[in-house]
C-alpha cells in the first residue's frame, strides 16, 4: 500500500517550457488535491477533484491546468513555466467526506529558470 | 476575512520543556481543524484533528490540542519536547460549510530544539 505517490521528485524547467505532475493514490479516494508550497505562506490551494472526471479552481489557479481522467491519478500541468511557479508541489487524497483527513503525497520540488 | 493565523513564525524550546504552538481562526461556523507536521525535505503528516465531540484531543507523537470555541483557536502542546520534534507545524481548517474537504492552512510554525 503506497498511499499517496507522486512523480517526478524533482525537475528543473526553463522559462515557457511544460511538464506534467503526477499524482497517483491507492486508497481509493474520492477528492483529491494539488497544493503549492511557499516560505512563509503555508500550502495554498491550486485546483482539486470531488471525483473522476471533475475538476475545480483552489485559490491559486492561475498558470495551472488539471485532470483526473482516472479515480486514482490527478494530474497537474504547467503549459508555459514562468520563474513565479517555483515552489514544491504536494498531491493529497481524501476518502471520506465525514473525516475530512487528507493524506499527503511526498512532493515535488520544482524551479523554473 | 476567513483566515488561519498562527502568530509565531519561529519557536526555539530546550529538550525536556513544554511546547505550546498556538492556532487562531476566523470562521462563522465551528470548522474542522487539524495539526500537521511537516519535517525537513517530506511530506506532511496528520498529528491530531476535531471534529466534535471532546474539546481536548490526543495525538500521534505525544501531542494533544485543544478546541476553545470562545477564543476561535486550536492550540497544541505536548509535556516534554524531544529533538526529533523539531520540524514545521502547520494547522488547518476545513470549514464548516465546506462540501468539498478544503484545506485552509496557516502560515506555518518553524519549531527549533536545543539540545
Known amino acids: 500500500n503506497a498511499g499517496v505517490t507522486q512523480t517526478p521528485k524533482f525537475r528543473v524547467l526553463k522559462t515557457g517550457q511544460s511538464m506534467t505532475l503526477l499524482c497517483a493514490q491507492d486508497?481509493?479516494?474520492?477528492?483529491m488535491y494539488w497544493y503549492r508550497q511557499d516560505p512563509g505562506m503555508g500550502l495554498r490551494l491550486i485546483h482539486y477533484?470531488?471525483?473522476?472526471?471533475?475538476?475545480a479552481k483552489g485559490e491559486v489557479p492561475d498558470g495551472y491546468n488539471v485532470s483526473r481522467l482516472k479515480k486514482q491519478n490527478f494530474l497537474l500541468g504547467l503549459e508555459s513555466a514562468a520563474p513565479s511557479q517555483t515552489s514544491v508541489y504536494f498531491c493529497?487524497?481524501?476518502?471520506?467526506?465525514?473525516?475530512?483527513?487528507?493524506?499527503f503525497g511526498p512532493g515535488t520540488r520544482l524551479t523554473v529558470t | 476575512a476567513q483566515s488561519v493565523t498562527q502568530p509565531d513564525i519561529h519557536i526555539t524550546v530546550s529538550e525536556g520543556a513544554s511546547l505550546e504552538l498556538r492556532c487562531n481562526y476566523s470562521?462563522?461556523?465551528?470548522?474542522?481543524l487539524f495539526w500537521y507536521v511537516q519535517s525537513p525535505g517530506q511530506g506532511l503528516q496528520l498529528l491530531l484533528k476535531?471534529?466534535?465531540?471532546?474539546?481536548l484531543v490526543q495525538g500521534i507523537k505525544g501531542f494533544e490540542a485543544e478546541f476553545k470555541r470562545s477564543q476561535s483557536s486550536f492550540n497544541l502542546r505536548k509535556p516534554s519536547v524531544h529533538w526529533s520534534d523539531a520540524a514545521e507545524y502547520f494547522c488547518?481548517?476545513?470549514?464548516?460549510?465546506?462540501?468539498?474537504?478544503?484545506?485552509?492552512f496557516g502560515q506555518g510554525t518553524t519549531l527549533q530544539v536545543k539540545p
Open positions: 493529497a487524497s481524501s476518502g471520506q467526506r465525514a473525516s475530512y483527513e487528507q493524506y
Open positions: 486508497m481509493n479516494h474520492e477528492y
Open positions: 470562521y462563522g461556523a465551528t470548522p474542522y
Open positions: 477533484s470531488v471525483g473522476e472526471g471533475t475538476t
Open positions: 476535531y471534529f466534535s465531540g471532546d474539546t
Open positions: 488547518a481548517v476545513v470549514p464548516g460549510s465546506s462540501n468539498t474537504g478544503k484545506l485552509i
